[in-house]
């Protein structure tokens, strides 16, 4: 979390000519032309692949910014750039400066800015269990990038739109604070919104042709698919929502394929080149996790660190506890937590615009649209803040909103949100204060003793457990499941002994 406050607003005039523009290039006879890696005819709305390559030059620094920057880790770094370039080799557009790029997030997903600029996130390797499963993700995304989908999208005027509220609380709240509740069209959520069923078949297919034509083992495309499917169930279980249900940024809801539709396109892609989906191909095992032993593991220090209900930001130095049963996710702008109740937190940041206080700030700047109620000065960890509530609506119904400003510079507030469905306003109130009143700042000597968690890769002993293995997760009671997914061991399934197996290190 790097707490610079985030500019979503997309005004009404912006998306009305925004609009007209596409509905302009929908009336018009267009670019169709036809692909040389799908080998059909495609409407890019007049975008030639010279502007696929500006558009992802202007957007790269957007990308980084929005997921944390770039992993810095060279051995890691060079080692997926140069599977990338081998893969792009096969591809049939020689053109586009491809770039792929390890993104310093937890968060697990993978996709493709046009022009041929790809990513992957460091969440997503953590999961990997082979160079094959790499492959077979990067192939997928330079797919994209060769049917050039990106261009169909813009030229059939599918503007990628997420109803976000607060990172990935997912409630859709009327009468919040303007700021946070008018979120459009930015970069970041347009890059990983999911394309159509028919561009992922067809991703699919073509991203068989690269990495089988490359050496992989093309099976390894459905095997890490469903390592993702196990990882969203358990992510879900984790958040407390129904198995099937994954958050925004999650890959199986940016990429919903399922493990036949990757057979029914290994077929697809037998039948069109080379590529043989039964049992070719090298796997490459041992390399792959000879290159992440070491890799940061959950979230980097640099931008904070979820430790149980605990965030520290050792930068920042300062430190608050979110209340029991919650469960918080961090990013670049924000962390976002919820309880399996419904029940929701945010903490973020905001310019002051001028407020000469934390009450100030909060009556006219932050909530100036709101109604608020009980509005307060208070002091927390020496610093002068406010708070008041408000109500709204969500999905599911009314719910109660209590806002907190904490002084952090001239220039800046610090706030909070905490959001409970109007039935368990009472129920919370008190977890809420608490988790206001426990913000304060830590010392150089506490920021310093903050460390990262590093994914290590070791030999299983005669006399190691599942368990013993698994207690250095940060997921509490779901550290075993977690354990299970990052190792693909199934359900009641062990390991053997010297069997090379991820752990997590503090």
């Known amino acids: 979390m790097c707490l610079e406050p985030a500019n979503y607003h997309l005004n009404r005039r912006q998306l009305l000519a925004g609009l007209a523009s596409g509905a302009a290039l929908a009336g018009s006879a267009g670019c169709v032309a036809t692909n040389a890696a799908s080998g059909r ?3 890019t709305g007049f975008q030639s692949i010279e502007d696929d390559i500006a558009q992802g030059r202007a957007d790269h620094p957007k990308i980084l910014k929005s997921f944390g920057g770039a992993y810095e880790g060279s051995r890691l770094v060079g080692y997926v750039q140069k599977i990338g370039l081998a893969l792009a080799k096969q591809a049939e557009y020689q053109q586009y400066p491809y770039r792929f790029t390890i993104l310093n997030t937890q968060i697990v997903n ?7 600029f790809i990513y992957i996130t460091r969440g997503l390797l953590s999961l990997a269990s082979s160079e094959a499963e790499l ?6 995304e330079l797919a994209h990038v060769t049917a050039r989908h990106g261009a169909e999208r813009q030229g059939a005027q599918q503007v990628a739109q997420i109803g976000l509220l607060l990172g990935s609380i997912g409630l859709q709240v009327a ?4 700021e946070l509740m008018q979120i459009g069209q930015t970069v970041a959520l347009a890059a990983i919104k999911g394309y ?28 890490f698919l469903a390592s993702l499917r196990e990882h969203s169930q358990v992510e879900a279980r984790l958040l407390g929502l129904p198995p099937g249900k994954v958050d925004e940024f999650n890959i199986m809801s940016t990429h919903p394929r399922t493990v036949e ?28 996790l000879d290159r992440i032993d070491g890799m940061v593991f959950g979230d980097d220090p640099k931008q904070g660190v979820i430790r149980g209900q605990v965030f520290t930001h050792p930068v920042l130095r300062i430190k608050f506890q979110a209340p029991d049963g919650f469960h918080l996710r961090n990013s670049p702008n924000r962390v976002a937590g919820r309880h399996p109740s419904g029940a929701a937190m945010n903490f973020d940041a905001g310019p002051a615009k001028g407020a000469a206080s934390a009450y100030d700030y909060l009556d006219s700047v932050w909530a100036s649209q709101s109604r608020l109620h009980d509005l307060e000065s208070l002091t927390i960890d020496g610093r002068d803040a406010a708070t008041a509530w408000t109500t709204g609506r969500g999905q599911k119904g009314p719910v109660h909103i ?12 610090y706030r909070f949100m905490f959001i409970s469905p109007q039935d368990q306003a009472q129920r919370w109130a008190r977890p809420y204060r608490r988790s206001g009143l426990s913000f304060r700042s830590i010392s150089r000597r506490e920021a310093a003793k903050v460390r990262a968690y590093r ?23 779901f550290n075993e499941d977690w354990f299970r997914v990052l190792n693909d061991l199934a359900p009641g399934q062990t390991f053997k002994p010297n069997q090379r197996l991820k752990v997590v290190a503090g």
């Not at 993978?110 to 041929?116: C, N, R």
């Open 41 to 43: 005819d495609s409407f």
């Open 110 to 116: 993978a996709f493709a800015l046009p022009g041929g």
């Open 135 to 140: 492959a077979g993700v990067l192939s997928h």
């Open 175 to 178: 009468g919040l604070p303007s």
């Open 196 to 223: 159509s069923r028919e561009h992922e078949f067809e991703a699919d297919t073509l991203g068989v042709r690269y990495m089988s034509k490359a050496g992989y083992n093309a099976d390894a495309m459905a095997t």
């Open 261 to 288: 539709r990757v057979k029914q396109a290994q077929q697809a892609a037998a039948r069109q080149s080379s590529a043989q989906p039964g049992g070719k191909g090298e796997w490459r095992r041992d390399e792959y």
């Open 402 to 413: 209590r806002a907190l400003a904490i002084r952090r510079n001239q220039k800046e507030f």
């Open 455 to 477: 994914l290590l890769v070791v030999p299983a002993r005669t006399d190691d457990s599942i368990a013993g293995l698994a207690r250095t997760l940060p997921y509490g009671r």
